[in-house]
Every structure is written in structure tokens, then in C-alpha cells.
């Protein structure tokens, strides 16, 4: 039985390039899909607007329903998707509920993506 030895090859070079940047925190990266999976519905990315058009960026579940055209629970459902995502805060005023605008909710949202992705292109 004979053996052949294979040639010696050089050590490969490092193909990887040092990170130089913030990455988001495990954490962070699933607080921020929350928020972006609640917004690519069209419906709740319309809800967030039409609360945020609201006096004081509040507005009542009964004033949000007609300009979506659905009914009271799928609106309320599609709410609760937003609170859960930490973009509007619910506040229960005898049988009816308010939504507002968490205040900087958005612009947080926005920093992160500014931070950890922006950055990306350049």
C-alpha cells in the first residue's frame, strides 16, 4: 500500500474584516422586528398615521374604524399588535379605548436602524 501525501498549503489569509461599528443587541434586534412586522400591515401602518393626524396623537377606537372601513374587532386587533409592538399605549375610558402615540417610539425605531444599518450603504 503505498501513501500519497497531499502538498503543504499556506495558512489562508483572514477573509474577514474587523467590525468598526455599533451592532445591535440581541435584544434590541427583537424589540425592533416587533415594530417593523407590526408596520408592514398596511392597515396598522394607516392606524399609526391616523392617530398620529389625531389633536394630540390620541385617538379613540370609534374614530378609527370608518377610515379603514373594518369592523371594531379586527381595528382593536390590529391595535393591540401596535401596543404590543410599544407604538401606541392603550388608556380604557368607560366603554371606549384611546390609543396614543408612545412618545419617541418611532424616532427610536428609526435611530436603530439609522445606527446599525444606515451605515451600511456607505
Known amino acids: 500500500m503505498s501513501t500519497h501525501l497531499l502538498p503543504v498549503a499556506q495558512a ?14 440581541p435584544e434590541d434586534a ?9 408596520l408592514a400591515d398596511p392597515t396598522r401602518l394607516r392606524l399609526l398615521s391616523i392617530i398620529a393626524a389625531h ?24 391595535l393591540k399588535v401596535l401596543t404590543e409592538a410599544g407604538l ?10 384611546y390609543y396614543a402615540l408612545v412618545p419617541g417610539a418611532v424616532e427610536a425605531l428609526t435611530g436603530h436602524l439609522v ?5 451600511a450603504a456607505a
Do not use: F, M
Open 115 to 119: 445606527q446599525h444599518v444606515g451605515g
Open 88 to 97: 401606541v399605549s392603550r388608556d380604557k375610558r368607560g366603554v371606549w379605548a
Open 30 to 38: 427583537e424589540n425592533v422586528a416587533r415594530a417593523l412586522k407590526a
Open 12 to 25: 489562508p489569509s483572514a477573509c474577514c474584516t474587523p467590525v468598526t461599528g455599533p451592532v445591535i443587541a
Open 55 to 78: 389633536q394630540g396623537a390620541e385617538a379613540c377606537v370609534c374614530d378609527l374604524t370608518e377610515p379603514v372601513g373594518l369592523s371594531q374587532p379586527t381595528v382593536s386587533h390590529h
